[in-house]
Protein backbone atom coordinates (compact mmCIF):
# COMPACT_ATOMS: atom_id res chain seq x y z
CA UNK A 1 0.00 0.00 0.00
CA UNK A 2 1.11 3.61 -0.76
CA UNK A 3 2.23 5.76 2.23
CA UNK A 4 -0.28 8.28 2.67
CA UNK A 5 3.43 11.05 2.17
CA UNK A 6 4.30 9.07 -0.90
CA UNK A 7 0.81 9.43 -2.11
CA UNK A 8 0.64 13.07 -1.26
CA UNK A 9 4.48 13.70 -2.99
CA UNK A 10 2.63 11.94 -6.39
CA UNK A 11 -0.11 14.11 -6.43
CA UNK A 12 1.92 17.12 -5.84
CA UNK A 13 4.31 16.25 -8.53
CA UNK A 14 1.43 15.97 -10.83
CA UNK A 15 0.05 19.39 -9.94
CA UNK A 16 3.36 21.14 -9.94
CA UNK A 17 3.93 23.69 -12.50
CA UNK A 18 -0.10 24.65 -11.99
CA UNK A 19 -1.06 26.15 -8.76
CA UNK A 20 -0.52 23.85 -6.07
CA UNK A 21 -3.49 23.71 -3.64
CA UNK A 22 -1.96 25.46 -0.12
CA UNK A 23 -2.62 22.82 2.20
CA UNK A 24 -1.46 19.81 0.08
CA UNK A 25 1.98 21.38 0.16
CA UNK A 26 1.91 22.60 3.53
CA UNK A 27 1.46 19.13 4.99
CA UNK A 28 4.35 17.67 2.88
CA UNK A 29 6.80 20.83 3.73
CA UNK A 30 5.67 22.71 6.62
CA UNK A 31 7.25 26.00 7.24
CA UNK A 32 10.12 24.16 9.82
CA UNK A 33 11.28 22.64 6.80
CA UNK A 34 11.82 25.41 4.87
CA UNK A 35 14.22 27.14 6.87
CA UNK A 36 16.39 23.98 7.04
CA UNK A 37 14.64 22.39 10.64
CA UNK A 38 12.35 19.13 11.52
CA UNK A 39 13.35 15.87 9.67
CA UNK A 40 12.24 15.83 5.67
CA UNK A 41 11.64 12.46 4.05
CA UNK A 42 15.31 12.05 2.79
CA UNK A 43 16.60 9.50 0.36
CA UNK A 44 19.94 7.58 1.64
CA UNK A 45 23.52 8.20 1.35
CA UNK A 46 26.61 10.69 1.62
CA UNK A 47 24.51 13.50 0.30
CA UNK A 48 20.46 13.53 0.80
CA UNK A 49 17.96 15.10 -1.11
CA UNK A 50 14.10 14.73 -0.23
CA UNK A 51 13.15 11.78 -2.18
CA UNK A 52 11.29 13.13 -5.56
CA UNK A 53 14.62 14.84 -6.62
CA UNK A 54 16.43 12.07 -5.35
CA UNK A 55 14.65 10.25 -8.31
CA UNK A 56 15.11 12.42 -11.58
CA UNK A 57 18.45 13.50 -10.34
CA UNK A 58 19.09 9.55 -10.31
CA UNK A 59 16.92 9.48 -14.11
CA UNK A 60 19.33 12.47 -15.13
CA UNK A 61 22.81 10.62 -14.02
CA UNK A 62 21.50 7.48 -16.02
CA UNK A 63 21.29 9.50 -18.84
CA UNK A 64 24.80 11.67 -18.24
CA UNK A 65 26.57 7.67 -17.24
CA UNK A 66 25.80 6.63 -20.80
CA UNK A 67 27.93 9.67 -22.23
CA UNK A 68 30.33 8.80 -20.08
CA UNK A 69 29.93 11.81 -17.56
CA UNK A 70 29.48 10.86 -13.94
CA UNK A 71 27.44 12.85 -11.84
CA UNK A 72 28.39 13.36 -8.13
CA UNK A 73 26.79 14.84 -5.54
CA UNK A 74 29.46 16.96 -3.15
CA UNK A 75 26.28 18.71 -1.72
CA UNK A 76 22.88 17.75 -1.34
CA UNK A 77 19.86 18.75 1.63
CA UNK A 78 22.16 20.87 4.69
CA UNK A 79 20.27 21.56 7.69
CA UNK A 80 19.46 25.01 9.65
CA UNK A 81 22.38 23.68 12.37
CA UNK A 82 24.95 22.46 9.74
CA UNK A 83 24.66 26.03 8.32
CA UNK A 84 24.22 27.96 11.11
CA UNK A 85 27.80 26.06 12.26
CA UNK A 86 29.38 27.38 9.26
CA UNK A 87 28.05 30.64 9.59
CA UNK A 88 29.00 31.38 13.66
CA UNK A 89 32.37 30.03 13.10
CA UNK A 90 33.24 32.44 9.95
CA UNK A 91 31.46 35.24 12.26
CA UNK A 92 33.63 34.46 15.65
CA UNK A 93 37.00 34.40 12.86
CA UNK A 94 36.20 37.53 11.44
CA UNK A 95 34.91 39.29 14.81
CA UNK A 96 38.34 38.42 16.40
CA UNK A 97 40.71 39.77 13.07
CA UNK A 98 38.61 43.36 13.99
CA UNK A 99 35.44 42.94 11.91
CA UNK A 100 32.60 45.25 12.86
CA UNK A 101 29.07 43.55 12.41
CA UNK A 102 28.13 44.62 9.52
CA UNK A 103 31.30 44.53 7.21
CA UNK A 104 31.38 40.64 9.07
CA UNK A 105 28.19 39.71 7.39
CA UNK A 106 28.72 41.41 3.83
CA UNK A 107 31.89 39.40 4.38
CA UNK A 108 30.11 36.24 5.04
CA UNK A 109 27.59 36.49 2.41
CA UNK A 110 29.63 36.94 -0.33
CA UNK A 111 30.04 33.13 -0.56
CA UNK A 112 27.73 31.77 2.50
CA UNK A 113 24.40 32.16 2.84
CA UNK A 114 22.44 33.18 5.83
CA UNK A 115 21.40 30.22 7.92
CA UNK A 116 17.81 29.77 7.46
CA UNK A 117 17.75 30.94 4.02
CA UNK A 118 20.23 28.98 2.04
CA UNK A 119 18.47 26.53 -0.90
CA UNK A 120 20.10 23.64 0.51
CA UNK A 121 17.71 23.81 3.17
CA UNK A 122 15.19 22.16 0.86
CA UNK A 123 16.73 19.15 -0.77
CA UNK A 124 16.00 20.24 -3.75
CA UNK A 125 19.45 21.50 -4.68
CA UNK A 126 23.00 19.71 -5.48
CA UNK A 127 25.93 20.76 -6.20
CA UNK A 128 28.15 18.69 -8.45
CA UNK A 129 31.16 17.24 -9.89
CA UNK A 130 32.12 14.75 -12.46
CA UNK A 131 33.02 11.88 -10.41
CA UNK A 132 35.63 10.05 -13.24
CA UNK A 133 37.27 13.02 -12.68
CA UNK A 134 40.60 13.63 -10.25
CA UNK A 135 39.38 15.37 -6.93
CA UNK A 136 42.19 18.07 -5.99
CA UNK A 137 42.24 20.53 -3.44
CA UNK A 138 38.73 22.39 -3.36
CA UNK A 139 36.70 21.18 -5.78
CA UNK A 140 33.88 24.33 -6.65
CA UNK A 141 35.79 26.67 -8.36
CA UNK A 142 34.28 27.87 -11.16
CA UNK A 143 37.78 27.90 -13.29
CA UNK A 144 37.25 24.19 -12.66
CA UNK A 145 33.93 23.95 -14.75
CA UNK A 146 35.52 26.10 -17.98
CA UNK A 147 37.69 25.22 -20.92
CA UNK A 148 40.66 22.48 -19.87
CA UNK A 149 39.01 22.53 -16.15
CA UNK A 150 38.39 18.77 -14.78
CA UNK A 151 34.30 19.44 -14.26
CA UNK A 152 34.07 21.35 -17.89
CA UNK A 153 32.42 18.13 -19.70
CA UNK A 154 30.02 17.52 -17.03
CA UNK A 155 28.97 21.85 -16.78
CA UNK A 156 28.35 21.50 -20.92
CA UNK A 157 26.61 18.43 -20.71
CA UNK A 158 24.16 19.58 -17.88
CA UNK A 159 23.85 22.76 -19.99
CA UNK A 160 22.27 20.97 -22.81
CA UNK A 161 20.60 18.53 -20.75
CA UNK A 162 19.68 19.49 -17.18
CA UNK A 163 16.74 20.97 -18.01
CA UNK A 164 15.06 18.04 -19.57
CA UNK A 165 15.19 16.46 -16.14
CA UNK A 166 13.73 19.32 -14.52
CA UNK A 167 17.16 21.02 -13.27
CA UNK A 168 18.45 24.86 -13.30
CA UNK A 169 21.39 26.53 -12.38
CA UNK A 170 20.24 29.27 -10.17
CA UNK A 171 23.33 31.36 -10.18
CA UNK A 172 23.87 31.71 -13.41
CA UNK A 173 26.62 33.51 -15.64
CA UNK A 174 24.33 36.55 -16.08
CA UNK A 175 25.95 39.29 -15.06
CA UNK A 176 22.94 41.73 -14.46
CA UNK A 177 21.77 39.35 -12.01
CA UNK A 178 22.22 40.29 -8.09
CA UNK A 179 23.48 38.46 -5.40
CA UNK A 180 25.32 35.02 -5.01
CA UNK A 181 28.39 34.66 -7.85
CA UNK A 182 28.03 32.58 -10.99
CA UNK A 183 27.36 28.96 -9.50
CA UNK A 184 28.31 26.36 -12.23
CA UNK A 185 28.13 23.36 -9.63
CA UNK A 186 24.85 24.10 -8.75
CA UNK A 187 21.38 22.71 -10.14
CA UNK A 188 17.91 22.88 -8.51
CA UNK A 189 14.83 20.59 -8.97
CA UNK A 190 12.43 23.19 -10.18
CA UNK A 191 9.23 21.32 -9.87
CA UNK A 192 10.05 21.24 -6.28
CA UNK A 193 11.66 24.52 -5.47
CA UNK A 194 9.85 26.72 -7.28
CA UNK A 195 6.97 26.09 -4.92
CA UNK A 196 9.32 25.99 -2.18
CA UNK A 197 10.65 29.13 -3.10
CA UNK A 198 7.29 30.71 -3.19
CA UNK A 199 5.86 29.47 -0.09
CA UNK A 200 9.41 30.30 2.04
CA UNK A 201 8.68 34.10 0.43
CA UNK A 202 5.82 34.15 2.82
CA UNK A 203 7.56 33.15 5.84
CA UNK A 204 8.57 35.86 8.21
CA UNK A 205 12.14 35.74 8.34
CA UNK A 206 13.71 38.26 10.76
CA UNK A 207 10.98 36.74 13.56
CA UNK A 208 13.41 33.47 12.41
CA UNK A 209 16.40 34.84 12.55
CA UNK A 210 15.79 36.81 15.85
CA UNK A 211 14.84 33.84 18.28
CA UNK A 212 17.82 31.72 16.45
CA UNK A 213 21.22 31.70 17.48
CA UNK A 214 22.84 33.05 14.77
CA UNK A 215 25.49 35.40 15.36
CA UNK A 216 25.41 38.88 14.29
CA UNK A 217 21.42 38.68 14.42
CA UNK A 218 21.02 42.10 15.58
CA UNK A 219 21.87 43.55 12.19
CA UNK A 220 19.31 41.60 10.40
CA UNK A 221 16.57 44.43 10.65
CA UNK A 222 13.85 45.21 7.81
CA UNK A 223 15.83 47.04 5.83
CA UNK A 224 18.77 44.27 5.91
CA UNK A 225 16.33 41.40 5.40
CA UNK A 226 14.42 43.21 2.55
CA UNK A 227 17.46 43.80 0.80
CA UNK A 228 18.99 40.13 1.20
CA UNK A 229 15.86 38.58 0.14
CA UNK A 230 15.67 40.78 -3.23
CA UNK A 231 19.25 39.93 -3.97
CA UNK A 232 20.48 37.07 -2.71
CA UNK A 233 17.15 34.95 -2.00
CA UNK A 234 15.00 36.05 -5.81
CA UNK A 235 18.56 37.08 -7.57
CA UNK A 236 18.19 34.05 -8.99
CA UNK A 237 17.29 32.35 -12.24
CA UNK A 238 14.32 33.83 -13.88
CA UNK A 239 12.84 30.35 -14.33
CA UNK A 240 12.94 29.77 -10.67
CA UNK A 241 10.69 32.05 -9.93
ZN1 LIG B 1 25.12 24.78 -3.68
New binding site residues.
Given amino acids: MMLRKEFLTALFLTLAGHSVHANLFFELYPNDLLFGKGNPDLSNGEAPLIKPVQKAFDQMAEAAKKENVTLKIV?GYRSFERQKQIWNTKYSRNQKAGLDPIDNIKKIITFSTLPGTSR?HWGT?V?LIDGSQKEEGDVLLTQKFQGEGPYARLALWMQENASQFGFYLPYTNNKKRKGFSF?PW?YSYAPVSIQMLKAYLKLDLISFLKASEVLGKEVFDIDFISTYIEENVKGINPVLL
Fill in positions: SHEDEH
